[in-house]
């Protein structure tokens, strides 16, 4: 069975840069869309982006210009940064894998990490 | 504001059925699959639904999903307790080149 882990600070300063890492453990990384998906306090699920194992990467319009993923397929895990971060910022932050786009089913993922913005 | 509309709310008793709607357009629901998610505070959000109606293994046939022109469908029949939950439908969006998620219906069983 496939297992996603989050890492990453619990707490970031107001206009610093988010560092999110997820591990994958019982699989390759190989030749899925590794996806980032964040949930603000009382509000509903946000599609950050995905990165393909090869390196090829899409970010939602809206985040796109403080989004960066990266994949490090030897040590199986993939990463999120996101700058000039604000108190909006504030989620919990999921992994999860995605099925070929555009079917995009996410059957595995992490239990979420959560981040808050605040100095 | 979110991409695909679903009811904030939804409710039934233990043994009922109940069905949660997803509109959404053309570029989305209209072109491409469905999948449902269910989330639970503290746990890893489950697919319960992918590809309009299929289930992964491991989800009761409780579940089952449906999909017409732009708006779909998630129906659980002999409601449980346990079945309490924020429910999300999501579909690529071809107009936006990005997933686009319904902004969840929480489900009470009264």
């Known amino acids: 069975q496939v297992q996603l882990q989050e890492s990453g600070p619990g707490l970031v300063k107001p206009s610093e840069t988010l560092s999110l890492t997820c591990t994958v453990s019982?699989?390759?990384?190989?030749?899925?869309?590794w996806t980032w998906i964040r949930q603000p306090p009382g509000k509903g699920l946000e599609w950050i982006g995905y990165?393909?194992?090869?390196?090829?990467?899409n970010y939602n319009p809206s985040l796109k210009s403080r989004v960066t993923m990266s994949v490090d397929t030897s040590k199986n895990r993939f990463s999120l940064k996101l700058s000039s971060v604000t108190a909006a910022d504030t989620a919990v932050y999921y992994c999860?894998?995605?099925?070929?786009?555009?079917?995009?089913?996410?059957?595995?993922w992490g239990k979420g990490t959560t981040v808050t913005v605040s100095s | 504001q979110s991409v695909l509309t679903q009811p904030p709310s939804a409710s039934g008793t233990p043994g009922q059925r109940v069905t949660i709607s997803c509109s959404g357009s053309r570029s989305n629901i209209g072109t491409n699959t469905v999948n449902w998610y269910r989330l639970l505070p503290g746990t890893a959000p489950k697919l319960l639904i992918y590809r309009n109606d299929q289930r992964p293994s491991g989800v009761p046939d409780r579940f089952s999903g449906s999909k017409s022109g732009t708006s779909a469908s998630l129906a659980i029949s002999g409601l449980q307790s346990e079945d309490e939950a924020d429910y999300y439908c999501a579909a690529w969006d071809d107009r936006l080149n990005g997933l686009a998620f319904g902004g969840g219906t929480k489900l009470t069983v009264l």
């Open positions: 999860a894998r995605g099925e070929i786009v555009p079917y995009y089913n996410m059957e595995f």
């Open positions: 019982s699989g390759s990384i190989s030749s899925y869309y």
């Open positions: 990165i393909f194992s090869s390196g090829s990467s």
